[in-house]
């Protein structure tokens, strides 16, 4: 007889595991879509994290994915899974928002490549999530929507913007979700939430049919309970790999821990501001990593990187500026904007050229300066915010007893300068402050590198039980 599992227990399963039961049919599609939809009935209320709920076609689609499992015809491990899109994904026939006032009626016509690629995966979606409004900042507190709570301290942001499909998937509301990082959106939140957050390298996933931020930026990526689940996801997501690069496969990852691995600790930038709290954790957790792996712990020079990344956000503000504009949607419609979407606008829409061309060479210096220091490392660990998250409401925040500085400022600084480079990165779960909030460790890769970027996570997630624990959302 098979066991029936209680909903905490189905909704907390990872997808490698939720796999393999649909397989021995020991659960049911339907079974995983109706304890994700009872989390998110009693919990969203609270979390705030999806916009849209789409529990009948849900539904619908898990009772389709029961018949074609029951024939054999699965087309992936994410046949059956429940998973939920962030809100600037295109998806055809249902509201797409970008968590602002003006697409608050948009109905696309066609998917985001994302979506078309999880849909063919045989992925169910569960519905849309909550964001920052157009992608444009970091912690998911939206003037039109309503800002997303934190699940493990609801009074508590989530980050941003992807903080809804990072909430989500943190309360056991879907098994993985999709996100946008164009400065640190899935890994920022990933980090605060205390689940796993991947950026690829830069062009690894089309952004085809999401709503842009900044194009040249901008990277599509999971969020998930589990590097293995990350790694999945991202396998279903991909688009063209450079020649001689193999295709991810989350099978191989433990064969792709080399022994003679190499971790980078960073001389400059990373380590130069941070919560002494968080950098504990941090400093734990590599020092957990490097006995996992046996690995050679030797510094890496990172030199000119706050120059850089400062000069190259002017490129991120002009390219959001030129899209809005060219869309018609600024300044005709400015008093529809938030106030701090409005103001990023006006200050690209006002930036000078020299500024834009200065900002484009700071770039290139930025990823020659990565692609260095991975001449002596395969990976470079980092936190993934200097700070633990901050309470809903709060602007500003003082660091390890330094100058008061801006919440928005402090979240992106350990993982903007990656989105200038393009290389790939992820967030991993690897503890909480004395407080109780997630900390992330951030690993750092060389392009193409996701194989080797994820193993070397999963020797970390293998080494700790940080991805058993749950917020307490009753």
């Not at 913007?161 to 946008?180: D, I, L, Y």
């Amino acid at each position: 007889m098979t066991k029936r599992r209680s909903e905490a227990e189905l909704a907390f399963l990872s997808i490698e595991e939720a796999a393999r039961l649909l397989r021995r049919r020991e659960v049911s599609p339907v079974e995983l879509v109706e304890a994700a939809l009872q989390r998110i009935d009693r919990a969203n209320s609270r979390v705030n994290a999806f916009l849209t709920v789409l529990a009948e076609p849900a539904l619908r689609q898990a009772r389709a994915a029961e018949r074609e499992l029951r024939r054999g015809r699965a087309s992936s491990l994410l046949h059956g899974i429940p998973i939920a899109l962030k809100d600037n994904f295109y998806t055809r026939g249902i509201r797409t928002t970008a968590g602002s006032k003006i697409l608050a009626d948009l109905i696309p016509k066609t998917n985001s490549d994302a979506a078309e690629r999880l849909s063919s995966a045989g992925a169910i979606l569960l519905g849309k999530t909550n964001m920052h409004e157009f992608a444009y900042g970091i912690t998911s507190e939206n003037p039109h929507y309503g800002p997303v709570h934190n699940p493990w301290a609801l009074e508590r942001i989530s980050g941003g913007s992807s903080g809804g499909s990072a909430a989500a998937v943190a309360a056991g509301m879907c098994f993985a979700a999709t996100g946008t990082d164009t400065g640190g959106s899935i890994r920022v939140p990933a980090s605060l939430c205390g689940v796993v957050g991947l950026k690829p390298t830069y062009g690894l996933v089309s952004v085809a049919g999401t709503v842009p931020l900044a194009p040249g930026f901008d990277h599509v990526g999971p969020l998930a309970r589990s590097v293995t689940d990350a790694c999945i996801v991202l396998e279903a997501i991909a688009g063209t790999y450079p020649k001689g690069v193999p295709r991810l496969d989350h099978r191989a990852l433990r064969k792709n821990r080399s022994r003679r691995i190499r971790i980078g600790w960073p001389r400059e930038y990373y380590f130069e501001r941070i919560d002494p709290d968080v950098r504990r954790v941090v400093e734990r957790a590599a020092q957990t990593l490097a006995k996992a792996l046996n690995a050679r712990v030797a510094e890496v020079p990172l030199s000119g990187l706050q120059e850089g990344v400062e000069a190259a956000t002017n490129v991120i503000v002009a390219e959001a500026s030129y899209y809005h504009e060219t869309q018609g949607y600024f300044p005709a419609r400015a008093a529809e904007y938030g106030d701090d979407v409005r103001g990023h606008l006006e200050w690209g829409a006002k930036l000078r050229a020299v500024d834009y061309m200065r900002g484009l060479e700071k770039k290139r210096e930025v990823e020659a300066a990565f692609d260095a220091a991975f001449e002596s490392a395969d990976a470079i660990v980092a936190p993934s915010t200097p700070i633990a998250a901050a309470k809903i409401g709060d602007t500003a925040v003082r660091v390890a007893g330094k100058r008061e500085s801006s919440v928005r400022a402090e979240l992106l600084r350990m993982t903007r300068p990656v989105n200038v480079s393009g290389h790939p990165a992820v967030s991993i779960p690897c503890g909480f402050t004395p407080a109780g909030l997630p900390v992330g460790l951030q690993l750092i890769g060389p392009k193409w590198g996701e194989a080797k970027l994820l193993a070397i996570a999963l020797a970390y997630e293998d080494a700790t039980d940080w991805r058993a624990l749950h917020p307490e959302l009753q």
